[in-house]
């Protein structure tokens, strides 16, 4: 596709399981990046990937939150045993060298 | 990245110029001045950038002054769908290994009234 999609866009998950989020980036975009946003609030940066470079992980709120980008492309952001506190928009972006291009997002509800 | 400063919100009547200001005084050379919106539940929509130059596109111009400490994105004629919030970010183009190359902060959110 031309942008980047992100999948699923919703999803419900009780209290206690894990779930992934898929990134499909824009062909060619060597930086990838991880947001969420709670309700009303602003972009809460969570992860960097930058080409083959160790990524930024210091905006991941705990150890229970982790992603992984496989052969420069797609990337999976998992949360383990999830809390209501992790229910909201994750956002995904891909960059070249100029402007980041967003997904739609996945909602997360935690139930 | 340098930090920018935004009004929190404005209004600006439909069909009229909306004029966003932001403040980048500690901004580097090799930083560009980004603007994005987010309409309600949407991701973030990237609209315009420059670094030096006025620049303009089919969606706003961007007005940068002349010691690049400040900048204002000039939406010419405001719509109904053009209610968002409005970020302005400052990016080094070239990656050189620093992280956290797009950081956002709290925006301006415009309204704009019929």
């Known amino acids: 596709g031309a942008g980047v999609s992100q999948s699923p866009s919703n999803k419900v998950t009780e209290k206690g399981k894990d779930v992934e989020l898929r990134c499909d980036p824009i062909s060619g975009h060597t930086a990838l990046y991880w947001y969420r946003q709670s309700l009303g609030q602003g972009l809460e940066f969570l992860i960097y990937f930058q080409g083959n470079s160790a990524p930024d992980k210091s905006g991941l709120p705990s150890d229970r939150f982790s992603a992984e980008r496989t052969g420069g492309s797609v990337s999976t952001l998992t949360i383990q045993r999830t809390q209501q506190e992790d229910s909201a928009v994750y956002l995904c972006?891909?960059?070249?060298?100029?402007?980041?291009?967003f997904g739609q997002g996945t909602r997360l509800t935690v139930v | 990245d340098a930090k920018t400063t935004q009004p929190p919100s404005m209004d600006c009547a439909e069909g009229r110029a909306a004029n966003l200001p932001c403040n980048h005084s500690?901004?580097?050379?090799?930083?560009?001045v980004y603007w994005y919106r987010q309409i309600h539940s949407q991701g973030p929509q990237y609209i315009i950038h420059?670094?030096?130059n006025n620049e303009t596109n089919e969606m706003a111009s961007l007005i940068i002054t002349e010691d690049r400490k400040s900048s204002t994105l000039i939406l010419p004629h405001a719509t109904l769908r053009d209610t968002a919030v409005y970020y302005c970010?400052?990016?080094?183009?070239?990656?050189?290994?620093?992280?956290?190359?797009?950081?956002f902060g709290s925006g301006t959110q415009l309204t704009v009234l019929p």
């Open positions: 420059g670094l030096k």
């Open positions: 500690t901004i580097s050379g090799n930083e560009y």
């Open positions: 972006a891909s960059s070249s060298y100029t402007e980041a291009f």
């Open positions: 970010i400052v990016r080094a183009q070239t990656f050189s290994g620093s992280a956290r190359q797009l950081t």
